[in-house]
């Protein structure tokens, strides 16, 4: 079964505070994503890699970057948290076009 | 541009009856359509693709090209149906997804 695992389940931080949100998946995927999800709005992409240092803006790179030195690391970087970025924050990989595996997803709450 | 719009947020449906959950989408090309789904406290999961044309936990969902739309549709809803669904499209030969907002399935007993 791959897995893709999300360091954190829940984050607490402060407006201001650099967070690093860590995603490693362990079936040697080429595509790693990650993805906002918020009630009313569905998941929205941030930030995608189809390779070790490749990076692809989504539709909300805004406050955000990536940093992919490993293939099975994403690590998603919120270089200045702000409240509106409190959300629940999904990772998932894919293997060319065969679909998503997610992680379980780590909840931030910025305050 | 492209787009996935799942018009309903909240579905509710009596243990038995039958479910349509309704994903309409635009996109010019080909697109891969998916539906994924959310069980409470666990990880979003694959359903199924309309690709593999199969059917999962009794789903099933149909391309219909002309009115752009993949609907889910089960005939006999159960309890443990009840869940968050996402329909999702991606451009033929792209591996990123653009998902709908979703639809809250509940089934009552």
């Known amino acids: 079964d791959v897995k893709v695992t999300q360091s954190s389940r829940y984050l607490v931080k402060r407006t201001g505070e650099k967070v690093f949100l860590e995603c490693v998946q362990d079936?040697?995927?080429?595509?790693m994503f990650w993805y906002r999800q918020d009630p009313g709005l569905g998941l929205r992409l941030i930030y995608f890699?189809?390779?070790?240092?490749?990076?692809e803006k989504g539709d909300i790179p805004e406050g955000y970057s990536v940093s992919r030195e490993k293939k099975e690391r994403f690590s998603l970087i919120l270089e200045s948290a702000s409240t509106n970025q409190t959300s629940m924050y999904l990772c998932?990989?894919?293997?060319?076009?065969?679909?998503?595996?997610f992680g379980s997803g780590t909840r931030l709450t910025v305050v | 541009a492209q787009r996935v719009t799942q018009p309903e947020k909240l579905l509710s449906v009596f243990k038995g009856a039958p479910v349509e959950l309704k994903c309409n989408y635009s996109?010019?090309?080909?697109?891969?359509l998916f539906w994924y789904v959310q069980y409470s406290r666990q990880r979003l999961q694959l359903l199924l693709r309309?690709?593999s044309r199969e059917s999962i936990k009794g789903f099933t969902a149909d391309l219909n090209k002309g009115e752009t739309s993949f609907h889910l549709k089960k005939p006999f809803a159960q309890e443990e149906d009840s869940a968050m669904y996402y329909c999702?499209?991606?451009?033929?030969?792209?591996?990123?997804?653009?998902f709908g907002t979703g639809t809250r399935l509940k089934v009552l007993a």
């Open positions: 998932a990989s894919s293997l060319k076009g065969d679909g998503y595996t």
């Open positions: 309309h690709i």
């Open positions: 996109y010019s090309g080909s697109p891969e």
């Open positions: 890699s189809y390779d070790v240092k490749m990076k």
């Open positions: 079936m040697d995927h080429e595509n």
């Open positions: 999702a499209l991606s451009k033929l030969g792209t591996y990123k997804y653009i």
